[in-house]
């Protein structure tokens, strides 16, 4: 059964700062997707990585993927306030099925 | 461009009553699924379906029916309702291997 553990569970950094959201898997996958949920809100398609090495950036984020570690890291760059909201990252179990991770608070500090 | 679509966004239920919850996608995919959102818990499959007249178990289907009638819509149904159950339910579409699109959320309070 496919576990999806992201960490850490809330970060609180300043303006300007780096910092990296990691999400690790138990089993195989070959595709994982990075979501953003703003409070009371639903969830904006961040990322989809697809193979072994993807890479993808927008903005201040980057999304990377490594299937053989299964792992999945999310970069920020130089944070600002409007990053703050909660980060989910998603693996593709089967053909079918996305499961979640249980997600990290971001609050980026002025 | 209405995308997905749940009905309603917020319900009341007393302990033992039913619903059904609607989620309607006009994007032609053929993957719906219905999920469940608690604090500190992520986002938890309840029941999926990969096509008209096909659907499958999630993660925690217990307690919970679903129905594809037509494609364009996925029925998530309570039969009688728990306070476990209270929770955001949130629908989401996808064509293949490509990303989900999620719907505004129902909040559902049984009491």
């Known amino acids: 059964e496919l576990k999806v553990e992201q960490n850490p569970l809330f970060l609180s950094m300043q303006e300007g700062k780096n910092y990296t959201i990691y999400c690790n898997y138990s089993?195989?996958?070959?595709?994982l997707y990075w979501y953003r949920q703003d409070p009371g809100k639903s969830l904006e398609s961040l990322f989809v990585l697809l193979s072994n090495g993807a890479v993808k950036q927008e903005g201040r984020l980057m999304a990377s993927l490594d299937t053989k570690a299964r792992l999945s890291t999310l970069h920020i760059t130089a944070a600002v306030h409007d990053l703050s909201a909660t980060y989910f990252c998603a693996v593709g179990a089967g053909t079918y099925k996305y499961i979640f991770g249980t997600g990290t608070r971001l609050k980026v500090l002025a | 461009n209405a995308g997905v679509t749940q009905t309603p966004k917020f319900r009341v239920l007393k302990t033992g009553q039913s619903m059904t919850l609607l989620c309607a996608q006009d994007?032609?995919?053929?993957?719906m699924y219905w999920y469940r959102q608690d604090p500190g818990m992520g986002l938890r499959l309840i029941h999926y379906?990969?096509?008209?007249?096909?659907?499958a178990k999630g993660e925690v289907p217990d307690g919970y029916n679903v129905s594809r009638l037509k494609k364009q819509n996925f029925l998530l149904g309570l039969e009688s309702a728990a306070p476990s159950q209270t929770s955001v339910y949130f629908c989401?579409?996808?064509?293949?291997?490509?990303?989900?699109?999620f719907g505004q959320g129902t909040r559902l309070t049984v009491v």
């Open positions: 379906s990969v096509g008209e007249g096909t659907t």
């Open positions: 989401a579409s996808g064509p293949w291997i490509t990303e989900a699109f």
């Open positions: 089993t195989t996958s070959d595709r």
């Open positions: 994007m032609n995919h053929e993957y």
